[in-house]
């Protein structure tokens, strides 16, 4: 139990476009999903926390205007880098808690790698 | 001060020896704790969690938790090459379930 994916695992774009990454939980519902970005040999940054029924709440110094997240539905948050460049190639991973009810643990998606050219 | 520090490593141990990972934590209120391995590419994936003082053993795992030093640890005994990876100490603050990591520690297991 508790599986969350990502689509797509890879994607290649051009800077200037916008791509959108989703995270879907598979066998159980979220109302909470984590976005976190991990630069090579760096470890997790929180991006964002996204709430389902209500706006994403954002770390400092993440641009929310850049990084669209859409909780959807309870088992689909989706994040869109809008306006893409090079410097925000990296490994996007979402998280979910197990249920519906508030938890410390997280289980993670296999992850996003954006390379923007 | 981060929320979560970790020894910076990398470590190499050999096979069948015990690999010994430490993490401390600025927030006294944080009340779980966790570890993660990470494959090179690959997410992170939960491995073990620690709530109360003293050790919890799972496998060839044992976490080690002293709140009053703040301090949290992770055993590895009986290394093997496949637990070749990075390694996360991951703890929430004070009223809060979002999580913060550790900058990792590498660990590499020679046969």
């Known amino acids: 139990g508790a599986v969350v994916s990502q689509h797509p695992s890879w994607v290649i774009c051009k800077s200037g476009t916008s791509v959108k990454i989703e995270c879907r939980s598979l066998d159980f519902q979220a109302t909470t999903m984590f976005w976190y970005r991990q630069f090579p040999k760096q470890s997790l940054m929180l991006m964002a926390t996204s709430n389902e029924g209500s706006k994403a709440t954002y770390e400092q110094g993440v641009e929310k205007d850049k990084f669209l997240i859409n909780h959807a539905s309870l088992t689909l948050s989706t994040l869109t880098v809008t306006s893409a460049h090079p410097e925000d190639s990296s490994f996007y991973i979402c998280s979910a808690p197990p249920g519906l009810a508030a938890s410390y643990e997280q289980y993670f998606g296999p992850g996003t790698r954006l390379t923007v050219t | 001060q981060k929320e979560v520090e970790q020894n910076s490593g990398p470590l190499s141990v050999p096979e069948g020896a015990i690999a010994s990972l430490n993490c401390t934590y600025s927030d006294r209120g944080s009340q779980s704790f966790f570890w993660y391995r990470q494959y090179s590419g690959k997410s992170p994936e939960l491995i073990m969690f620690?709530?109360?003082?003293g050790d919890k053993e799972d496998g060839r795992f044992t976490a080690q938790l002293n709140k009053a030093s703040q301090y949290v640890s992770l055993l590895i005994r009986d290394s093997q090459p496949s637990d070749s990876a990075t390694y996360l100490c991951a703890a929430p603050p004070r009223d809060d379930y979002k999580l913060s990591f550790g900058a990792g520690t590498t660990v590499t297991v020679r046969a």
């Open positions: 620690i709530y109360s003082n």
